[in-house]
């Protein structure tokens, strides 16, 4: 059926099936005869929540519906949109070579990240701030598309900016440059990827500063780029370009499978002089100016090596079914998000899918890429999930729909978990009690190929099970699946770890349950029976604790470690704790792993005062194989200045570590403290 909104300024007459080419006979053969072969009456394709527009009509009218939406009642005075990223476990995500790479969430999925490391070289991209920087405060303003705003424009530079290619030599821990990518100055690099001998670098013409509320607008997408390069690296001292692709929309997020790099972006159409807190007047002129929309002004451009492409067409354009019950009842903003698959071997793209909604987020599995949507809608906040097939067609496979909200910001992904044909979400719903606020709910779901949507198969809590996960008021932390085990933290004054069986779909439950201080946000599951958590105790300092989790029904505390606390630190922070890829983890052997943590804090001492340092620790996690013995141990740390571009990642090559803080390197031998080098 036709899609069909309130208050539409032209009616939809139109019938959408979810194949390109829709279904029935011809009433003629090929020959152009009348037919008068007996009519079949095939079954109907399966249709779900998104169907495929079949007119450019059905496009310009969801978006022209959207920007009637957002100018009632001066929406543009709200925050439209959650920032995302990333940015993404069915397993332990760790490398057992004898270097690390980047700590990603799934399996042979990989994940754009500013540095790269392929055990022979080193890929760093410069700072999003580049050489300076402005704060922008969180104010509100009126929505204007042709004024200018100073999130629209980079800051001023002194120099060129470049990728950083440095060569590595583990055996003595050195390391230096060999060449470099010089960029161009209208876009910064959101992230990079390496694969055989191709470097990829993903970059936005989006610069937000501290942004606040500005990064939230609707308008704020409009006029953005993003663009993927893809360089040859086989010549390392001289990388030449192989690829470019640049898209209308800002940069949502990507992932890298194999020899194909999904990235998603999200476009708002910019339409001039359409006024987004309109009065009377300017309310017709706003009439008039979408009377006129055409499917061009909508849809993004987008150039292949600098050539128009015509990579998006109205039918890779997917939108709610109106009359599919779990649809919400209000549709969202003008916003389309775009999911676009690019095949490293031809350097080409394979295909473009276009969704006419935002997305506040994505999780990738091995199989699919989900799109996340937070509908508020209704008074209950219900989260929206889409899936397609991570191939190189990203064919649409169903959508479903589940109670409360995806939070943790960067995080989110791993309330999410794919796991044996299963789907698992956790979210929360908010309220205004003043004795609960929150409520946290696990629910199942299961792809039905055959009718394209996701059916609910459980929930916890529920009838049976009523237990709520958390106590009143405790909103919630760390979330880590590990095959048929889920394990949550939630904190308000302490910190309880539950510990769920999933191993019955049909009947989740909370198996354990731990109470102890502080709160663990990141969670690294070492093996089945061990679990490490990094998060902060009572007093607020970075805090790493190992739980023995090898009877599900009765998990224990093996030791905490506070960090800083034997220099009388006054605060600290670990940027791990909410970026996974500022941890590095490595698997030695069964009795051995080791794991690296960057920490920035405030020193004090009556003969300094106060100092502020950034810092690289190295732990070794010794007898691991008997989960009773197991524990942390210190073995060294790399201590260097602190500075304004804290962004931190580091590598383990051998008994060489490698720490990134900024741009620049630092390096030691494992355990060695006065090894320390750089920088580089």
Same mark, same amino acid.
């Given at each position: 059926m036709?899609?069909?909104?309130?208050?539409?300024?032209?009616?939809?007459?139109?019938?959408?099936?979810?194949?390109?080419?829709?279904?029935?006979?011809?009433?003629?053969?090929?020959?152009?005869?009348?037919?008068?072969?007996?009519?079949?009456?095939?079954?109907?394709?399966?249709?779900?929540?998104?169907?495929?527009?079949? =007119?450019?009509? &059905?496009?310009?009218?969801?978006?022209?519906?959207?920007?009637?939406?957002?100018?009632?009642?001066?929406? +543009?005075?709200? !925050?439209?949109?959650?920032?995302?990223?990333?940015?993404?476990?069915?397993?332990?995500?760790?490398?057992?070579?004898?270097?690390?790479? =980047?700590?990603?969430?799934?399996?042979?999925?990989?994940?754009?990240?500013?540095?790269?490391?392929?055990? @022979?070289?080193?890929?760093?991209?410069?700072?999003?701030?580049m050489d300076c920087c402005f704060i922008m405060d969180d104010v509100i303003v009126e929505e204007?598309?042709?004024?200018?705003? +100073?999130?629209?424009?980079?800051?001023?530079?002194?120099?060129?900016?470049?990728?950083?290619?440095?060569?590595?030599?583990?055996?003595?821990?050195?390391?230096?440059?060999?060449?470099?990518?010089?960029?161009?100055?209208?876009?910064?690099?959101?992230?990079?990827?390496?694969?055989?001998?191709?470097?990829? !670098?993903?970059?936005?013409?989006?610069?937000?500063?501290?942004?606040?509320?500005?990064?939230?607008?609707?308008?704020?997408?409009?006029?953005? =780029?993003?663009?993927?390069?893809?360089y040859d690296i086989s010549d390392i001292g001289n990388p030449t370009s192989q690829f470019n692709i640049e898209v209308e929309g800002g940069f949502v997020s990507s992932r890298r499978k194999g020899n194909i790099i999904y990235f998603i972006t999200r476009h708002t159409p910019s339409i001039r002089g359409f006024e987004y807190s309109p009065t009377a007047e300017q309310q017709t002129e706003n009439e008039q100016l979408l009377n006129n929309l055409t499917v061009t002004d909508i849809l993004p451009k987008v150039t292949v090596d600098g050539?128009?492409?015509?990579?998006?067409?109205?039918? @890779?354009?997917f939108l709610f079914d109106r009359d599919n019950e779990q649809a919400p009842v209000k549709i969202g903003y003008p916003t389309l998000t775009i999911v676009f698959a690019i095949d490293l071997v031809s350097n080409s793209l394979s295909k473009a899918r276009c969704y006419l909604e935002s997305t506040d987020g994505i999780y990738v599995s091995e199989n699919t890429i989900y799109l996340t949507q937070v509908n508020t809608s209704s008074a209950k906040s219900k989260t929206i999930l889409h899936g397609y097939d991570l191939s190189s067609d990203l064919n649409y496979l169903g959508s479903g729909v589940v109670e409360g909200a995806l939070y943790l910001n960067g995080n989110r992904d791993f309330r999410i978990n794919e796991y044996e044909g299963y789907l698992r979400v956790v979210t929360t719903d908010r309220d205004f009690d003043s004795d609960d606020r929150? @409520?946290?709910?696990?629910?199942?779901?299961?792809?039905?190929?055959? &009718?394209?949507?996701?059916?609910?198969?459980?929930?916890?809590?529920?009838?049976?099970?009523?237990?709520?996960?958390?106590?009143?008021?405790?909103?919630?932390?760390?979330?880590?699946?590990?095959g048929n085990t889920l394990y949550l933290v939630t904190f308000e004054r302490i910190d309880p770890l539950y510990v769920l069986d999933l191993s019955v779909p049909s009947d989740p439950m909370i198996a354990g349950e731990l109470t102890v201080t502080g709160f663990s946000d990141f969670l690294h599951p070492v093996s089945e029976k061990l679990l490490l958590g990094l998060g902060q105790? &009572?007093?607020?300092?970075?805090?790493?604790?190992?739980?023995?989790?090898?009877?599900?029904?009765?998990?224990?505390?093996?030791?905490?470690?506070?960090?800083?606390?034997?220099?009388?630190?006054?605060?600290?922070?670990? &940027?791990?704790?909410?970026?996974?890829?500022?941890?590095?983890?490595?698997?030695?052997?069964?009795?051995?792993?080791?794991?690296?943590?960057?920490?920035?804090?405030?020193?004090?001492?009556?003969?300094?005062?106060?100092?502020?340092?950034?810092?690289?620790?190295?732990?070794?996690?010794?007898?691991?194989?008997?989960?009773?013995?197991?524990?942390?141990?210190?073995?060294?740390?790399?201590?260097?200045?602190?500075?304004?571009?804290?962004?931190?990642?580091?590598?383990?090559?051998?008994? !060489?570590?490698?720490?990134?803080n900024g741009t620049s390197v630092w390096s030691s031998i494992w355990g060695n403290a006065n090894s320390q080098s750089g920088p580089f």
């Open positions: 036709c899609a069909h909104y309130p208050k539409v300024l032209l009616s939809i007459i139109a019938s959408v099936l979810i194949s390109c080419g829709g279904g029935g006979g011809s009433a003629y053969n090929n020959a152009g005869d009348i037919n008068n072969d007996p009519v079949v009456n095939e079954q109907p394709a399966p249709q779900g929540m998104l169907i495929r527009a079949e =007119t450019d009509s &059905e496009i310009i009218n969801s978006v022209r519906q959207g920007l009637i939406t957002l100018t009632e009642g001066n929406m +543009a005075e709200r !925050a439209l949109f959650q920032p995302s990223i990333e940015v993404t476990a069915s397993d332990a995500v760790t490398s057992s070579e004898n270097y690390t790479t =980047t700590y990603t969430l799934e399996k042979n999925v990989d994940e754009h990240d500013y540095v790269k490391y392929n055990g @022979d070289h080193m890929f760093i991209a410069p700072s999003k701030s204007d598309p042709t004024a200018s705003s +100073a999130l629209n424009v980079l800051p001023t530079q002194t120099d060129k900016r470049r990728i950083r290619i440095l060569r590595t030599e583990p055996a003595t821990a050195s390391i230096e440059q060999v060449s470099s990518i010089e960029l161009d100055t209208l876009h910064t690099v959101e992230g990079l990827y390496v694969s055989g001998s191709q470097l990829s !670098a993903i970059s936005s013409s989006g610069w937000w500063g501290s942004y606040g509320s500005e990064f939230l607008r609707v308008s704020r997408w409009r006029e953005q =780029t993003t663009v993927l390069d893809i050539e128009p492409s015509e990579a998006i067409k109205s039918q @890779d354009c929150f @409520d946290h709910q696990l629910s199942i779901l299961k792809l039905n190929e055959q &009718e394209l949507r996701m059916d609910l198969i459980s929930t916890l809590p529920n009838e049976n099970r009523p237990q709520e996960i958390g106590k009143p008021n405790e909103d919630l932390y760390g979330v880590r699946f590990f105790d &009572e007093s607020g300092l970075v805090k790493l604790e190992l739980f023995d989790v090898g009877r599900m029904n009765l998990p224990s505390s093996l030791g905490a470690m506070v960090l800083g606390s034997d220099e009388n630190a006054r605060w600290s922070y670990s &940027e791990a704790r909410y970026n996974r890829h500022a941890f590095t983890y490595q698997q030695i052997n069964d009795d051995l792993d080791r794991f690296l943590v960057p920490v920035s804090m405030g020193l004090y001492s009556d003969a300094s005062g106060y100092q502020n340092k950034d810092r690289l620790y190295m732990f070794e996690l010794r007898n691991k194989s008997i989960p009773s013995l197991a524990s942390i141990f210190e073995v060294g740390r790399i201590t260097t200045p602190s500075g304004w571009d804290n962004r931190n990642r580091s590598f383990i090559h051998d008994n !060489a570590v490698y720490y990134i």
